[in-house]
């Protein structure tokens, strides 16, 4: 897997939000739902800091911080990496990151011995803070208001449905649509908008092509490509996102020309991610879209985190919106993340109705209702209900087989693999790293070879992708056994003298053949015999403790890639060399020492 594509997939919307700038923080920080989104994107520890600081006027002391998690007590564990360190450390990073802790330096002097020192405290952002109270209390919460407009909605349709009944129209039935919207019905409309992007991404036979503005997305985020763009690519040795920023100044294709869009190598991957990943991957293609269109970025990302954190099943006026949030309602109506059901019409000679009449429909499709559905609701939720995008187009498909595991592949030691499916997806999906041998009405049968593996793995799909798809959609049979093995095995050591509880822990459920999924990962390691690392190569330490105590620090928040203790030398990751020399201050300030921070060279 190339690193592009790793770096790639591994921008995330956390990554994308820790970009931002302090001055768009501020501004996205103004909405109680958006602190209430991001709250839950953060790891648990880093929750646990917020809601500790959330409602403390004064700063609190940084060391403070470290009596919040557990230490470890065990033995010689100061030279290997301790997992609580690391884990804070990247949650505080985190908080940084995103302008929620504010950090400040106090001059402090001893109450006995007089002297002064510095002494570092953290706060939370004063903005964030305020806002978060509010979504967390409910005083002012926008929810309020949004429940004052669906009352007032409510009343105006019942004062249209009072009226006195005209023969020649059907205003009484105006609303009844809105009626018939229940979750069923919008988790069809989703997933039916969804599954028919993702058809047309491995060129099965659609009903109806995406919109446009679909394919120009897919386009510019690089999942698929023009034939004449993979040229260009090729000539000028520029990605898939340069080169469709480049044909922008050229002029847009045509609707016509972008039918003809086929998949890439980052497509190929984006097949393999959960529905809730692949959401978000357009969604930030969607972002850096609109900030090119000079779209109001805290407008679209407040937009949507309010999806995140609306009712599922529950309509909404479009008038609360703002001018940029209606306009991308188009764009999310196409992904399937908001159904807007379409304006009434009427019946009969619109000549004989009445002026009051006509101002009640006027205004009826001014204070249309859009309806969020659980694609939009589960962006910032850690479960989301739906399975893989296989998955759930094998279950719609094939729902005569009613059990609680979908799963469908059986895979034998010798590396045959048949697959109980009908789904054109996942036969699309599995052609990537399986050599396909025949196909039935409900199954297709196959071999994983070194060949169809490697061609996975050079189109960007790893060994851990491969081996994680094989293992969600195994056959409940092949579970069965892998679970009464396992118990077995259990049963055995603790027979023994074993200890149960801890031999749960450590021992995993292999479901795949050992022999296939070590042969899987040996064929990635003949393509990835050499890897490469960015980061800084520290050297030239004055004593043997210098090197000691900052090398034992960088093992424990997992930073060390490589060292070498007889000459003194350690190689740590960019995002660890900030940290670690901020530790070497801290041992120089703690020492009341000169500052003689080790050489390190990018």
């Known amino acids: 897997m190339s690193s592009e594509n790793k770096q790639y997939f591994k921008t995330t919307i956390n990554e994308y939000l820790e970009s931002l700038p302090e001055s768009i923080h501020l501004q996205l920080y103004r909405s109680p739902e958006t602190c209430l989104a991001i709250f839950k994107l953060l790891p648990s520890l880093a929750k646990f800091y917020i809601m500790t600081l959330i409602f403390q006027d004064t700063a609190v002391p940084y060391s403070d911080l470290n009596r919040w998690i557990k230490q470890s007590t065990e033995s010689g564990l100061a030279h290997h990496r301790n997992p609580n360190k690391m884990y804070q450390s990247d949650c505080l990073k985190r908080l940084k990151a995103l302008n929620l802790l504010k950090e400040m330096r106090k001059q402090m002097t001893h109450p006995q011995t007089g002297q002064t020192t510095t002494l570092l405290f953290i706060q939370l952002n004063s903005v964030f803070k305020q806002s978060f109270r509010i979504g967390l209390t409910g005083t002012g919460d926008v929810e309020e208001d949004l429940a004052e407009e669906v009352e007032v909605q409510k009343k105006e349709e019942t004062v249209i449905e009072n009226k ?31 599954e028919n992007i993702l058809h047309f991404m491995v060129g099965s036979e659609v009903r109806e092509f995406p919109s446009i503005g679909v394919l120009t997305l897919l386009r510019h985020s690089g999942l698929m490509e023009l034939g004449f763009d993979k040229k260009k690519r090729e000539r000028i040795g520029l990605t898939d996102v340069d080169v469709a920023d480049e044909d922008e100044n050229e002029g847009t294709p045509s609707f016509d020309t972008l039918q003809k869009l086929i998949i890439t190598n980052d497509g190929f991957q984006f097949l393999l991610q959960d529905i809730n990943p692949q959401i ?65 019409k009427l019946e009969g000679d619109v000549s004989l ?25 589960t962006l910032t939720s850690e479960n989301c209900n739906f399975k893989t995008a296989s998955a759930v187009i094998s279950q719609e498909i094939n729902n005569a087989r009613d059990s609680g595991n979908n799963g469908s592949l059986i895979i034998e030691t010798n590396f045959k693999l048949y697959c109980y499916t009908s789904s054109p997806l996942q036969i699309a999906i599995l052609n990537l790293f399986v050599h396909l041998k025949t196909r039935f009405t409900n199954m297709v049968t196959g071999a994983i070879t070194r060949e169809s593996v490697r061609s996975a793995l050079l189109n960007g799909i790893t060994s851990t992708q491969i081996i994680g798809y094989l293992e969600s959609h195994a056959h409940p049979g092949m579970v069965r056994l892998a679970e009464e093995k396992l118990a077995k095995k259990i049963e055995f050591e603790t027979s023994i003298g074993g200890d149960k509880a801890a031999l749960l822990e450590t021992r995993k459920l292999e479901i795949l053949p050992p022999t296939v999924v070590d042969q899987i990962k040996l064929w990635q390691l003949e393509l990835d015999r050499i890897q490469s690392f960015k980061g800084y190569l520290y050297k030239d330490f004055a004593t043997e403790m210098e090197f000691e105590k900052l ?30 020399i901020e530790y070497a201050n801290r041992i120089l300030r703690k020492g009341n020492q000169q500052r003689a921070v080790p050489q390190s060279s990018g």
């Not at 129209?169 to 919207?181: G, P, Q």
């Not at 529950?314 to 908001?338: C, F, H, N, R, W």
């Open 551 to 580: 090398c034992n620090y960088g093992e424990e928040i997992g930073v060390v890639l490589w060292k070498d203790k007889l000459r003194r030398k350690f190689f740590v990751d960019q995002d660890g060399n900030a940290q670690i």
């Open 353 to 377: 109705m009445t002026e009051d009449q006509l101002k009640a429909y006027e205004k009826s499709k001014i204070n249309r209702m859009f309806y969020p559905t659980r694609l939009a609701t």
């Open 280 to 344: 978000w991957t357009l969604l930030l293609q969607y972002l850096k879209l609109a900030e090119n269109l000079k779209m109001n970025p805290v407008d679209v990302l407040n937009f949507i985190f309010m999806l995140g954190s609306l009712e599922l099943g529950k309509g909404y006026p479009v008038k609360m919106l703002s001018d940029t949030q209606a306009s991308m309602m188009e764009d999310l109506i196409d992904y399937g993340l908001i159904y807007y059901p379409p304006v009434p």
């Open 164 to 194: 006195p009944e005209d023969k020649s129209s059907s205003l009484k039935n105006l609303f009844a649509e809105d009626n018939v919207i229940t979750i069923d019905f919008l988790d069809k409309y989703c997933l039916t908008k969804w």
